[in-house]
């Protein structure tokens, strides 16, 4: 990568809580520079600085406060647009700039199922970008759409995929404890939350049970072949700021010892890519950790924690596993994902 020349990129949805996690991580970026910014039709005209409700710990960056925001649907003198948009009206905004030849690199979930559309962990299946060039808008404009998964999804994969690739998988179950962050800004009422837990999270269920197949499934002739094995999910939503906790049993095709199913978390590959982190996933034989507060930022938020490896009266094993859900889960997914488009040429 010629790191000399930043791209140019913009950010839609900029004014959500996705929008600026990944206006905060862009500050600096060695790669990308936000040189511009849309919103709702509501929003567009004004000073970023003058309409957002910056939530992020850091100042926002200097090169982004005066920016004027744009509406959804004007032009972009930026290749690689980020999504951040709200689900409800991200399907059709993303599909609008593919077409017109821009790269979306999207953190919603309406396209993650598409058949033709990269539901991408880079460490996982980077193989599965191919599935770009089989994109119509690809073909036609050099626009195209890829997708990280749910922000639950990540760790529970990062955590199960040296399992699966190295043992197999054949059930799986996971309870999540899933922090506020998650439900964007201003997310659940204080009196809904506070000293409780809310054990329904619209969708969530469904996207841990099916995103997973498809990101272990096998590229072949230009389609993915989901990966076979089952999991049932339980989410509930707990009072922590940042960074989602799960509770998972699996039960392997091939049977494994604990120091063999360990060995097999370190064999990650490091990308080499500016936001990569140095170890993709952490182990601790511990049954204290990880926990949010020890083991939310390691790795700058990028990486994902397991730990208390033991095994399961029911399935085969049981492990805890833990992910920053806006970072690694969310806004950093993305931005792994457009370093792995750059690095391999895949912006024409």
């Known amino acids: 990568m010629n790191l000399s020349n930043k791209i140019k990129t913009g950010v839609l949805g900029c004014t959500g809580a996705v929008g600026q996690k990944l206006i905060s991580l862009l500050g600096n970026h060695p790669l990308f520079e936000v040189t511009e910014v849309a919103a709702s039709d509501i929003s567009a005209g004004i000073k970023y600085s003058e309409r957002v409700n910056w939530k992020?710990?850091?100042?926002?960056?200097?090169?982004?406060?005066d920016l004027t925001i744009k509406k959804c649907s004007d032009e972009f003198d930026s290749k690689i647009l980020f999504s951040g948009l709200d689900s409800n009206v991200a399907g059709e905004i993303e599909e609008f700039y593919a077409?017109?030849?821009?790269?979306?690199?999207s953190n919603s979930k309406n396209h993650r199922m598409s058949a033709d559309v990269p539901l991408i962990i880079p460490e996982v299946n980077h193989s599965h970008f191919e599935l770009i060039h089989?994109?119509?808008?690809?073909?036609?404009?050099?626009?195209?759409?890829v997708t990280n998964p749910n922000c639950s999804t990540v760790v529970l994969a990062v955590t199960l995929y040296?399992?699966?690739?190295?043992?197999?998988?054949?059930?799986?179950?996971v309870t999540?404890?899933?922090?506020?962050?998650?439900?964007?800004y201003p997310g659940i009422p204080s009196m809904d939350i506070l000293g409780n837990v809310v054990p329904y999270i619209k969708d969530e269920e469904d996207?841990?049970?099916?995103?997973?197949?498809k990101i272990f499934g096998t590229f072949s002739g230009g389609a993915v072949k989901f990966a076979d094995f089952i999991i049932s999910a339980s989410c509930n939503r707990v009072p922590v700021r940042d960074g989602h906790t799960m509770s998972v049993s699996f039960e392997t095709e091939k049977k494994a010892s604990k120091n063999e199913i360990i060995k097999?978390?370190?064999?990650?590959?490091?990308?080499?890519?500016p936001s990569s982190p140095e170890v993709v996933l952490r182990y601790f034989d511990n049954p204290f950790r990880p926990q949010p507060l020890l083991d939310g930022m390691t790795g700058n938020g990028m990486t994902v924690s397991a730990g208390n490896l033991r095994e399961c009266n029911i399935l085969?094993?049981?492990?805890?596993?833990?992910?920053?859900?806006?970072?690694?889960?969310?806004?950093?997914?993305?931005?792994?994902n457009a370093e792995y488009l750059v690095k391999n040429k895949f912006l024409k």
């Open 207 to 213: 996207k841990i049970e099916t995103e997973p197949l």
């Open 56 to 65: 992020e710990s850091s100042d926002i960056p200097k090169s982004v406060k």
């Open 99 to 105: 077409n017109k030849g821009y790269a979306v690199v």
């Open 162 to 173: 040296p399992v699966y690739k190295k043992f197999g998988l054949k059930k799986v179950m």
């Open 316 to 336: 085969d094993w049981k492990i805890n596993a833990f992910g920053h859900n806006t970072i690694r889960g969310a806004a950093g997914a993305a931005i792994l």
């Open 176 to 184: 999540t404890m899933q922090a506020v962050s998650g439900a964007g």
């Open 134 to 145: 089989k994109q119509q808008t690809y073909k036609k404009s050099g626009g195209f759409i």
């Open 264 to 273: 097999s978390f370190g064999e990650y590959e490091n990308l080499g890519l």
